[in-house]
């Protein structure tokens, strides 16, 4: 026990009454949604610790001003491109939530990468507007990927991305990774730099993004990656949307109609992750979007959040939290 | 080389015309596509080894009688329950081509489990009829199946079954498998007879059906059944609709909304496969559809054809074919 000498804000209501309770063992422990804009310029300049999910309004560019003993700010989401870096003092440290829905969003790239392979949806789709007889199928099957013994090309092979490719060899897939790190995974082929991701696209059957969106990393899948993917390639999207150039996808998606993108994720409008897109998406047969769940997912279990509490309490006990980020990767245009 | 004291009659054009040179030099090969009504007439009586598709209309219960000489019927569907064993003569042998479409089948029964569990398919569709937003869902994700660390129960435990129960490994999944033979997987559990079927029902979070339609397994999914399972499971079909009790099932999913059925294979219309149901099953969105594709999907990789060519080679070489079925199994009211 260290006393109270720490000044917490938790900005969201995902975390619960139990690591509450635990957290004010630590530190005095306020909640955005309690307070005044009055209480909040009494209290701003204590705040040592910030707990956050999506970024609050209040917390503007002036606020962060006042609050000059900030050191540290932990997302309960696993991304933190949602943190203004740029208007934060050099002296934050930003710790993301990576790994906390490895799981959850794991399977759920599975689930958007066969309903691809298998078109689910779109058959479904045709059946239920009766544009399709038993007949016409009975006589083919080729239409539908056989996902043994293809190459899965993963992109960011963290927490998320390896669990994807620990799954993939349920499947018989051979895993090829695109990854700053080689882990120690058997079985997993590794690719680095702008060379190695052209290899990884150019040879996969599937892909899954599971990148951080970074300076480095936005818009990675444009018109000239595209054109490197096989022509009947399935790209899974389930990290963020802005990974993908939208204009390039759509056409694409128009001129290579066995290609096939199945996200979870979309691109961001006036900052924010937005259903509305440029191009008409939805109504290609080739494209199945779903809002955003998978996360959401994970965070039903109440994991990210006690994992996000834990690694709060570790700075406040005087550790060195875990999944400490780069902030010159965040510094970009891309402040979402 | 025994000659070419076989006659061999293809009634599918499935067969590559390299497999039909191998079989001519263990027989002679009579294709039924070729043949007019006088011609076959001709050699019926002659005819002793059959290789089949679906059945052949041409191949009636008078037909039939005149073929005299048969002995051995190959199936290239991995399913016997099309062959009219109740007017075959006892000493022909019939044999299935169980495990000719083991990969493709259980790939196709994940793609379905999956885009249930995960609801892509609802999700997708209330997202082109405008009826979600990213607000709504961000805030839950409970509705979302997560499936690792939960029971996956497989009836039937054979080519398909087996191959379904490997991939749930690399999920974390724990397989109950309910099957009249235990096998030797380790990490799965084996149940059988009808108190073996409850505990699995009642156990499992997500069931798949890989049995053959008998007359042990023909509506062994019926409003019972219905209410031993959790209400909020997914039940998967890649094997033959009428395993499920039509009625039961649109009663089942009217009255429990998070319970899912996902299904590639559908009620017989008489005595052939139909799109058509009695109740409007495609209006609910707890059901899923799709035109009986994963069959074809292995199909489409030439290897049923091999199999079974390879299997009618054992037969024409007086060797014992493999996966000879019980004909007592298939005498029953659902002769399709």
Not at 63 to 87: C, E, K
Not at 129 to 137: A, G, M, P
Not at 251 to 257: G, M, Q
């Amino acid at each position: 026990m260290t006393g109270t000498n720490h000044n917490l804000l938790i900005t969201t209501d995902v975390v619960d009454e139990k690591s509450l309770r635990t957290l004010s063992k630590y530190s005095k422990v306020h909640k955005l949604a309690d307070l005044g804009e009055d209480e909040l310029d009494e209290i701003s300049a204590s705040i040592d610790c910030l707990l956050v999910f999506s970024w609050p309004g209040q917390l503007t560019s002036e606020r962060l001003q006042t609050m000059t003993s900030l050191r540290f700010i932990q997302s309960i989401l696993a991304g933190v491109n949602h943190i203004p870096f740029a208007n934060l003092n050099k002296n934050v440290v930003v710790s993301s939530n990576a790994g906390a829905y490895s799981d959850e969003v794991a399977e759920y790239a599975w689930g958007l990468l066969l309903s691809a392979a298998k078109r689910v949806v779109e058959l479904h789709v045709s059946l239920r507007e009766q544009k399709w007889t038993l007949r016409r199928t009975l006589d083919k099957g080729s239409e539908i990927t056989v996902v043994k013994e293809k190459i899965l090309g993963v992109l960011g092979f963290g927490g998320i991305g390896s669990v994807v490719g620990r799954i993939a060899r349920g499947f018989g897939m051979q895993v090829y990774a695109f990854s700053r790190k080689k882990s120690s995974e058997k079985e997993v082929k590794f690719f680095a730099g702008a060379s190695g991701l052209s290899k990884v696209l150019k040879k996969s059957d599937a892909v899954v993004l599971a990148l951080p969106l970074t300076s480095q990393t936005a818009r990675i899948i444009n018109s000239e990656r595209l054109s490197e993917m096989k022509k009947d390639a399935i790209l899974v999207n389930i990290a963020r949307g802005e990974l993908v150039d939208e204009k390039a996808m759509y056409e694409h998606l128009v001129a290579n109609p066995n290609f096939r993108y199945a996200t979870d994720v979309w691109w961001y409008r006036e900052s924010r992750e937005s259903l509305k897109t440029d191009y008409p998406f939805l109504s290609l047969p080739n494209f199945i979007g779903t809002p955003h769940v998978s996360g959401p997912s994970g965070l039903a279990t109440g994991r990210p959040a006690q994992l996000a509490v834990e690694n709060t309490i570790r700075f406040l006990r005087g550790l060195r939290p875990r999944n400490i980020v780069d902030p010159e990767e965040y510094k970009t245009s891309y402040p979402y």
